[in-house]
């Protein structure tokens, strides 16, 4: 048996891992299998999700920003149509504080915030900054304060001891701004600026992530990184072509030691760890 901590509530799975079932509720995420709204979300709790992500602007390399009022816009109608029918773990994709409160004042749980608070902005395809970030020590109280818990990802190329030492400095100012340990999670940040080999061995490596003394959140879903290991032709492949690479590599992750997996399969990915279950 799982037990983790989510914002206020304590869940529970038999399998390994958590399932957190992605809702971009934008129109330019890179899978577009993802993009919805409302519907979506209700369709991946019927599929059984432990976890909604819902996200008002895209990650993806080349996005279009979006202001704070636009995210707003998109998420707010999601959580609240959501918590009409469920208490499920809502984590909310943003940079922004802004978006962040709302989205907690009307049901949210958990920050997930691709510049881990660092007030260094989003990251390009290539690592570099490409936005300012709310301040971050502001942001660091926030969730010290709500009892939220955070996602700390880790954007730009980096092996897996640079992606360790610094999302263990990031944990170390979240904790020294009253985040309370158990609130905590970390995202070694797969695909974001990083080569074919340093992916690679953070999906090989998630326990050796800030030594494993947080859950370690996996994102790999249909990621071009996927389709290299599938060998595929690069011309040729789409993020339509990744699921069965996916549900490998996720199983493989899992088996490592990762304790959430960020899909936009939700079935098919629980399905997987209810296999890895029955024959453990």
């Known amino acids: 048996m799982l037990q983790l901590q989510f914002g206020l509530k304590r869940a529970v799975t038999e399998r390994a891992a958590f399932v957190m079932g992605i809702v ?23 599929e059984g999700a432990d976890i909604l992500d819902i996200g008002g602007e895209s990650t993806r390399p080349g996005y279009t920003p979006v202001s704070a009022e636009e995210e707003i816009s998109r998420v707010i109608p999601i959580i609240q149509a959501v918590r009409k029918v469920s208490s499920i773990p809502i984590s909310i994709d943003t940079t922004k504080l802004e978006v962040f409160k709302s989205a907690f004042a009307v ?15 989003k990251a390009n395809a290539d690592g570099t900054a490409c936005s300012e970030a709310e301040p971050s020590r502001e942001s660091a109280v926030f969730i010290a304060k709500s009892g939220a818990s955070v996602i700390l990802m880790h954007s730009g190329a980096g092996s897996v001891s640079e992606v360790s030492d610094f999302l ?20 070694p940040g797969i695909g974001f600026g990083k080569n074919f080999e340093q992916n690679v061995a953070l999906i090989r490596e998630p326990l050796a992530v800030c ?27 789409s993020a339509e072509d990744r699921l069965a690479g996916t549900l490998a590599a996720d199983l493989i992750s899992v088996q490592n030691g990762s304790k959430i997996i960020r899909v936009h399969d939700v079935s098919s990915a629980i399905d997987t760890l209810n296999v890895m279950k029955n024959l453990r």
């Open 107 to 121: 049901g949210a749980d958990i920050w997930n915030d691709v510049t881990a608070l660092s007030g260094a902005g």
């Open 24 to 46: 971009n509720a934008t129109p330019d995420s890179f899978y577009a299998g993802s993009r919805g709204g409302i519907d979506r979300a209700l369709q991946l709790i019927d």
């Open 168 to 187: 263990g400095q990031r944990v170390v100012f979240c904790l020294a701004n009253g985040v309370s340990s158990p609130k905590i999670i970390v995202d």
């Open 211 to 237: 030594g494993g003394r947080y859950p370690v959140l996996m994102a790999l879903s249909r990621k071009r990184c996927i389709g290299e290991m599938c060998e595929r032709n690069p011309q040729n492949s």
